[in-house]
Protein backbone atom coordinates (compact mmCIF):
# COMPACT_ATOMS: atom_id res chain seq x y z
CA UNK A 1 0.00 0.00 0.00
CA UNK A 2 2.88 2.27 0.97
CA UNK A 3 4.47 1.61 -2.21
CA UNK A 4 1.38 2.53 -4.17
CA UNK A 5 0.51 5.47 -2.21
CA UNK A 6 3.79 7.30 -3.15
CA UNK A 7 3.55 7.51 -6.69
CA UNK A 8 -0.31 8.17 -6.75
CA UNK A 9 0.73 11.38 -4.66
CA UNK A 10 3.32 12.40 -6.18
CA UNK A 11 1.18 12.34 -9.79
CA UNK A 12 -1.60 14.13 -8.06
CA UNK A 13 0.77 17.02 -7.07
CA UNK A 14 2.01 16.91 -10.15
CA UNK A 15 -1.23 17.44 -11.67
CA UNK A 16 -1.95 20.08 -9.28
CA UNK A 17 1.00 21.76 -10.17
CA UNK A 18 0.21 21.70 -13.90
CA UNK A 19 -2.98 23.74 -13.35
CA UNK A 20 -1.62 26.17 -11.44
CA UNK A 21 1.54 26.74 -13.71
CA UNK A 22 -0.30 28.41 -16.73
CA UNK A 23 -1.16 31.32 -14.82
CA UNK A 24 0.47 33.48 -12.13
CA UNK A 25 -2.35 34.12 -9.83
CA UNK A 26 -5.02 32.27 -10.20
CA UNK A 27 -8.89 32.81 -9.08
CA UNK A 28 -10.34 29.94 -8.07
CA UNK A 29 -13.87 31.20 -8.84
CA UNK A 30 -12.69 31.62 -12.35
CA UNK A 31 -11.05 28.91 -12.42
CA UNK A 32 -14.24 26.99 -11.23
CA UNK A 33 -16.04 28.49 -14.07
CA UNK A 34 -13.11 28.27 -15.96
CA UNK A 35 -13.43 24.32 -15.90
CA UNK A 36 -17.30 23.41 -16.68
CA UNK A 37 -17.16 25.81 -19.80
CA UNK A 38 -13.47 24.45 -20.90
CA UNK A 39 -15.28 20.94 -20.73
CA UNK A 40 -18.07 21.46 -23.57
CA UNK A 41 -15.68 23.31 -25.92
CA UNK A 42 -13.89 21.08 -28.79
CA UNK A 43 -10.05 21.85 -29.05
CA UNK A 44 -10.01 21.96 -32.73
CA UNK A 45 -6.24 20.68 -32.98
CA UNK A 46 -6.65 17.81 -31.40
CA UNK A 47 -10.60 16.97 -32.28
CA UNK A 48 -11.37 14.33 -29.82
CA UNK A 49 -10.20 16.33 -26.56
CA UNK A 50 -11.83 19.26 -24.70
CA UNK A 51 -10.00 22.77 -24.11
CA UNK A 52 -10.04 21.82 -20.93
CA UNK A 53 -7.97 18.33 -21.32
CA UNK A 54 -5.74 19.82 -24.00
CA UNK A 55 -2.45 21.37 -23.62
CA UNK A 56 -2.09 22.32 -27.08
CA UNK A 57 -0.56 25.90 -28.01
CA UNK A 58 -4.41 27.04 -29.10
CA UNK A 59 -6.39 25.29 -26.08
CA UNK A 60 -4.34 27.45 -23.79
CA UNK A 61 -4.93 30.52 -25.71
CA UNK A 62 -8.95 29.72 -25.68
CA UNK A 63 -8.61 28.92 -22.03
CA UNK A 64 -6.48 32.52 -21.46
CA UNK A 65 -9.75 33.77 -23.52
CA UNK A 66 -12.11 32.32 -21.69
CA UNK A 67 -10.38 33.63 -18.35
CA UNK A 68 -11.13 37.16 -19.28
CA UNK A 69 -13.98 36.94 -20.77
CA UNK A 70 -15.50 35.31 -17.08
CA UNK A 71 -13.81 38.27 -15.66
CA UNK A 72 -15.24 40.47 -17.69
CA UNK A 73 -18.40 38.78 -16.44
CA UNK A 74 -19.82 37.45 -19.51
CA UNK A 75 -22.20 34.53 -19.11
CA UNK A 76 -21.61 31.25 -19.94
CA UNK A 77 -24.33 31.72 -22.97
CA UNK A 78 -22.06 34.08 -24.35
CA UNK A 79 -18.71 32.35 -24.37
CA UNK A 80 -20.36 29.46 -26.19
CA UNK A 81 -21.82 32.07 -28.58
CA UNK A 82 -18.46 33.52 -29.18
CA UNK A 83 -17.12 30.58 -29.95
CA UNK A 84 -19.23 29.06 -32.06
CA UNK A 85 -18.90 32.64 -33.83
CA UNK A 86 -15.54 31.60 -34.65
CA UNK A 87 -15.21 27.55 -35.03
CA UNK A 88 -18.83 27.13 -35.82
CA UNK A 89 -20.85 24.51 -34.11
CA UNK A 90 -18.20 21.56 -34.05
CA UNK A 91 -16.59 23.41 -31.37
CA UNK A 92 -19.58 22.29 -28.86
CA UNK A 93 -19.22 18.78 -27.51
CA UNK A 94 -22.74 19.01 -27.05
CA UNK A 95 -23.96 20.22 -30.66
CA UNK A 96 -27.25 22.10 -30.68
CA UNK A 97 -30.48 21.19 -32.19
CA UNK A 98 -31.20 22.62 -35.44
CA UNK A 99 -31.48 21.53 -39.23
CA UNK A 100 -28.55 19.64 -39.74
CA UNK A 101 -28.34 17.96 -36.72
CA UNK A 102 -31.71 16.93 -36.20
CA UNK A 103 -30.79 13.61 -37.38
CA UNK A 104 -28.10 12.94 -35.42
CA UNK A 105 -30.57 14.16 -32.65
CA UNK A 106 -33.98 12.24 -33.63
CA UNK A 107 -32.78 9.11 -35.21
CA UNK A 108 -31.58 7.35 -32.38
CA UNK A 109 -35.38 7.56 -31.09
CA UNK A 110 -36.88 6.93 -34.37
CA UNK A 111 -34.54 3.33 -34.71
CA UNK A 112 -36.04 2.58 -31.24
CA UNK A 113 -39.76 3.59 -32.23
CA UNK A 114 -39.19 2.00 -35.86
CA UNK A 115 -37.57 -1.24 -34.38
CA UNK A 116 -40.52 -1.63 -31.57
CA UNK A 117 -43.17 -0.92 -33.86
CA UNK A 118 -42.01 -3.24 -36.25
CA UNK A 119 -41.36 -6.14 -33.60
CA UNK A 120 -45.21 -5.27 -32.47
CA UNK A 121 -46.51 -5.38 -36.07
CA UNK A 122 -44.46 -8.79 -36.59
CA UNK A 123 -45.49 -11.06 -33.23
CA UNK A 124 -49.27 -9.65 -34.13
CA UNK A 125 -48.95 -11.15 -37.58
CA UNK A 126 -47.69 -14.29 -36.36
CA UNK A 127 -50.31 -14.48 -33.80
CA UNK A 128 -53.14 -13.89 -35.89
CA UNK A 129 -51.77 -16.30 -38.41
CA UNK A 130 -51.67 -18.96 -35.29
CA UNK A 131 -55.08 -18.46 -34.03
CA UNK A 132 -56.58 -17.48 -37.74
CA UNK A 133 -55.87 -21.02 -39.20
CA UNK A 134 -58.97 -22.60 -40.92
CA UNK A 135 -60.14 -25.25 -39.18
CA UNK A 136 -61.30 -27.84 -41.45
CA UNK A 137 -64.88 -28.73 -41.46
CA UNK A 138 -66.53 -32.35 -40.84
CA UNK A 139 -65.77 -33.42 -44.92
CA UNK A 140 -62.36 -32.36 -44.72
CA UNK A 141 -61.38 -33.85 -41.38
CA UNK A 142 -62.10 -37.23 -42.34
CA UNK A 143 -60.61 -37.08 -45.59
CA UNK A 144 -57.10 -35.56 -43.52
CA UNK A 145 -57.52 -39.03 -41.32
CA UNK A 146 -58.13 -41.18 -44.35
CA UNK A 147 -54.89 -39.36 -45.83
CA UNK A 148 -53.08 -40.19 -42.24
CA UNK A 149 -53.85 -43.57 -41.79
CA UNK A 150 -52.88 -44.46 -45.48
CA UNK A 151 -49.83 -42.93 -44.72
CA UNK A 152 -49.41 -45.14 -41.74
CA UNK A 153 -50.18 -48.08 -43.65
CA UNK A 154 -47.42 -47.07 -46.43
CA UNK A 155 -44.65 -47.33 -43.62
CA UNK A 156 -42.13 -49.86 -44.07
CA UNK A 157 -42.57 -52.22 -41.37
CA UNK A 158 -39.23 -52.36 -39.21
CA UNK B 1 -43.96 -10.36 -49.78
CA UNK B 2 -41.64 -13.53 -48.68
CA UNK B 3 -38.67 -11.84 -50.73
CA UNK B 4 -39.54 -8.37 -48.37
CA UNK B 5 -37.86 -10.40 -45.28
CA UNK B 6 -34.37 -10.55 -47.22
CA UNK B 7 -34.83 -7.08 -49.40
CA UNK B 8 -35.43 -4.51 -46.45
CA UNK B 9 -32.13 -5.74 -43.99
CA UNK B 10 -30.55 -5.67 -47.17
CA UNK B 11 -31.01 -2.40 -48.66
CA UNK B 12 -31.16 -1.09 -44.81
CA UNK B 13 -27.47 -2.51 -45.23
CA UNK B 14 -26.48 -0.53 -48.37
CA UNK B 15 -27.68 2.62 -47.11
CA UNK B 16 -25.32 2.71 -43.72
CA UNK B 17 -22.63 1.38 -46.48
CA UNK B 18 -23.16 4.58 -48.62
CA UNK B 19 -23.56 6.60 -45.93
CA UNK B 20 -20.21 5.17 -44.20
CA UNK B 21 -18.30 4.98 -47.54
CA UNK B 22 -19.61 8.75 -47.78
CA UNK B 23 -18.13 9.37 -44.21
CA UNK B 24 -15.26 7.91 -45.53
CA UNK B 25 -14.18 10.78 -47.96
CA UNK B 26 -14.92 13.45 -45.56
CA UNK B 27 -11.77 14.92 -43.85
CA UNK B 28 -12.65 15.45 -39.58
CA UNK B 29 -9.95 18.04 -40.24
CA UNK B 30 -11.74 20.15 -42.42
CA UNK B 31 -14.20 21.86 -39.69
CA UNK B 32 -16.63 24.46 -41.94
CA UNK B 33 -15.82 28.10 -41.47
CA UNK B 34 -19.03 30.01 -40.15
CA UNK B 35 -17.49 33.14 -41.51
CA UNK B 36 -17.70 32.34 -45.02
CA UNK B 37 -20.81 35.34 -46.92
CA UNK B 38 -19.72 37.19 -43.55
CA UNK B 39 -17.50 40.57 -42.95
CA UNK B 40 -13.84 39.85 -42.10
CA UNK B 41 -13.71 41.01 -38.44
CA UNK B 42 -11.60 43.91 -38.04
CA UNK B 43 -8.58 44.10 -36.43
CA UNK B 44 -5.30 46.50 -36.15
CA UNK B 45 -2.41 44.95 -36.03
CA UNK B 46 1.50 46.40 -36.36
CA UNK B 47 3.63 45.69 -39.40
CA UNK B 48 6.14 42.48 -39.38
CA UNK B 49 8.42 44.67 -40.81
CA UNK B 50 7.45 48.33 -40.10
CA UNK B 51 6.46 47.43 -36.04
CA UNK B 52 5.05 51.44 -35.56
CA UNK B 53 2.70 51.34 -39.01
CA UNK B 54 -0.08 49.58 -38.40
CA UNK B 55 -2.80 47.53 -40.90
CA UNK B 56 -6.69 46.89 -40.86
CA UNK B 57 -8.51 44.88 -43.20
CA UNK B 58 -10.59 48.16 -43.96
CA UNK B 59 -7.38 49.56 -45.98
CA UNK B 60 -7.98 46.58 -48.63
CA UNK B 61 -11.73 47.63 -49.33
CA UNK B 62 -12.08 48.05 -53.07
CA UNK B 63 -9.98 44.89 -53.99
CA UNK B 64 -10.30 41.28 -53.75
CA UNK B 65 -7.64 39.98 -51.70
CA UNK B 66 -6.32 37.17 -49.62
CA UNK B 67 -5.14 36.82 -46.00
CA UNK B 68 -2.95 34.20 -45.63
CA UNK B 69 -2.29 32.48 -41.95
CA UNK B 70 1.54 31.61 -41.94
CA UNK B 71 4.17 31.06 -39.48
CA UNK B 72 7.88 29.90 -39.40
CA UNK B 73 7.62 27.56 -37.26
CA UNK B 74 4.49 26.41 -39.18
CA UNK B 75 5.82 23.09 -41.32
CA UNK B 76 2.76 22.79 -44.19
CA UNK B 77 3.66 26.77 -44.63
CA UNK B 78 6.92 25.25 -46.39
CA UNK B 79 5.16 23.21 -48.49
CA UNK B 80 2.41 26.35 -49.29
CA UNK B 81 5.11 28.90 -50.04
CA UNK B 82 6.13 27.98 -53.61
CA UNK B 83 2.48 28.20 -54.46
CA UNK B 84 2.50 31.91 -52.96
CA UNK B 85 5.69 33.04 -54.50
CA UNK B 86 4.46 31.80 -57.40
CA UNK B 87 0.98 33.98 -57.06
CA UNK B 88 2.71 36.76 -55.85
CA UNK B 89 5.39 36.58 -59.52
CA UNK B 90 2.48 36.77 -61.43
CA UNK B 91 0.33 39.36 -60.22
CA UNK B 92 -2.21 37.26 -59.37
CA UNK B 93 -4.43 38.77 -56.25
CA UNK B 94 -3.07 41.04 -53.58
CA UNK B 95 -1.89 38.68 -50.56
CA UNK B 96 -1.59 39.89 -46.36
CA UNK B 97 -0.07 37.60 -44.63
CA UNK B 98 -1.24 37.39 -40.80
CA UNK B 99 1.74 36.03 -39.15
CA UNK B 100 0.91 33.93 -36.11
CA UNK B 101 1.71 33.58 -33.14
CA UNK B 102 5.95 34.05 -34.10
CA UNK B 103 8.80 35.72 -32.76
CA UNK B 104 9.61 38.87 -35.13
CA UNK B 105 13.22 38.15 -35.50
CA UNK B 106 12.34 34.22 -36.64
CA UNK B 107 9.56 35.28 -39.19
CA UNK B 108 11.46 37.65 -40.93
CA UNK B 109 14.34 35.69 -41.57
CA UNK B 110 12.24 33.26 -42.49
CA UNK B 111 10.64 35.76 -45.44
CA UNK B 112 14.40 36.47 -46.24
CA UNK B 113 15.31 32.59 -46.47
CA UNK B 114 11.59 31.30 -48.58
CA UNK B 115 11.07 34.80 -49.99
CA UNK B 116 8.30 37.46 -49.68
CA UNK B 117 5.23 36.83 -51.23
CA UNK B 118 3.20 39.40 -49.38
CA UNK B 119 2.19 43.14 -49.96
CA UNK B 120 2.91 42.91 -46.00
CA UNK B 121 2.46 41.06 -42.77
CA UNK B 122 0.92 41.70 -39.92
CA UNK B 123 1.93 40.47 -36.78
CA UNK B 124 -0.43 38.61 -34.73
CA UNK B 125 2.35 37.86 -31.38
CA UNK B 126 -0.47 36.73 -28.89
CA UNK B 127 -2.91 35.06 -31.56
CA UNK B 128 -5.98 36.97 -30.69
CA UNK B 129 -6.64 37.81 -34.01
CA UNK B 130 -6.20 34.51 -35.36
CA UNK B 131 -9.16 33.29 -32.49
CA UNK B 132 -10.98 36.18 -34.00
CA UNK B 133 -10.67 34.56 -37.83
CA UNK B 134 -11.27 31.12 -36.21
CA UNK B 135 -7.88 30.14 -36.71
CA UNK B 136 -6.82 26.44 -35.19
CA UNK B 137 -4.04 25.72 -37.37
CA UNK B 138 -1.77 27.32 -39.78
CA UNK B 139 -1.59 27.58 -43.00
CA UNK B 140 -4.91 29.37 -43.32
CA UNK B 141 -5.93 31.67 -46.21
CA UNK B 142 -9.87 33.50 -46.67
CA UNK B 143 -10.15 34.87 -49.68
CA UNK B 144 -11.95 38.22 -49.07
CA UNK B 145 -14.00 40.39 -51.75
CA UNK B 146 -14.01 44.08 -52.67
CA UNK B 147 -16.86 44.06 -49.76
CA UNK B 148 -14.90 42.95 -47.05
CA UNK B 149 -16.88 39.95 -47.03
CA UNK B 150 -14.93 36.32 -46.46
CA UNK B 151 -15.85 34.28 -49.52
CA UNK B 152 -13.79 30.94 -49.37
CA UNK B 153 -11.32 29.51 -46.52
CA UNK B 154 -8.45 27.31 -47.38
CA UNK B 155 -7.78 25.01 -44.52
CA UNK B 156 -4.40 23.61 -44.62
CA UNK B 157 -1.82 24.39 -47.58
CA UNK B 158 -2.71 26.04 -51.11
CA UNK B 159 -2.47 23.10 -53.34
CA UNK B 160 -1.71 23.59 -56.93
CA UNK B 161 -4.79 21.56 -57.34
CA UNK B 162 -6.78 24.00 -54.80
CA UNK B 163 -5.29 27.08 -56.50
CA UNK B 164 -6.68 25.72 -60.15
CA UNK B 165 -9.99 24.63 -59.57
CA UNK B 166 -11.09 26.40 -56.79
CA UNK B 167 -8.99 29.53 -55.63
CA UNK B 168 -8.36 30.74 -59.14
CA UNK B 169 -12.39 30.38 -60.76
CA UNK B 170 -13.27 31.89 -57.69
CA UNK B 171 -10.70 35.13 -58.11
CA UNK B 172 -12.14 35.84 -61.94
CA UNK B 173 -15.76 35.73 -60.55
CA UNK B 174 -15.36 38.01 -57.44
CA UNK B 175 -13.39 40.13 -59.83
CA UNK B 176 -15.36 40.44 -62.71
Given at each position: MRRLLAPILLAASLAAWGQSAEIANPDPKVEARLKSIAHELRCLVCQNQTIADSDAPLAVDLRQQVRGMIREGKSDEEIRGYMTDRY???????PPFNAVTAVLWVGPALLIVGGFSALFVMLRRRRQAAEGAPSPDAARRREIEALLASDEDAKPKA | MKALKYIVPLAVFGVLCVFLAIGLT?????VPSPFIGKPAPAFTLAKL???QATFSPEQMKGKVWLLNVWA?????CRVEHPVLNDMNRKGIVPIVGL????ARADATKWLQQHGDPYQLSVWDNDGKVGIDYGVYGAPETFVIDK????RYKQIGPITPEALEKTILPLLARLNA
Amino acid sequence: MRRLLAPILLAASLAAWGQSAEIANPDPKVEARLKSIAHELRCLVCQNQTIADSDAPLAVDLRQQVRGMIREGKSDEEIRGYMTDRYGDFVLYKPPFNAVTAVLWVGPALLIVGGFSALFVMLRRRRQAAEGAPSPDAARRREIEALLASDEDAKPKA
Amino acid sequence: MKALKYIVPLAVFGVLCVFLAIGLTKDPRQVPSPFIGKPAPAFTLAKLHEPQATFSPEQMKGKVWLLNVWASWCVSCRVEHPVLNDMNRKGIVPIVGLNYKDARADATKWLQQHGDPYQLSVWDNDGKVGIDYGVYGAPETFVIDKQGIIRYKQIGPITPEALEKTILPLLARLNA
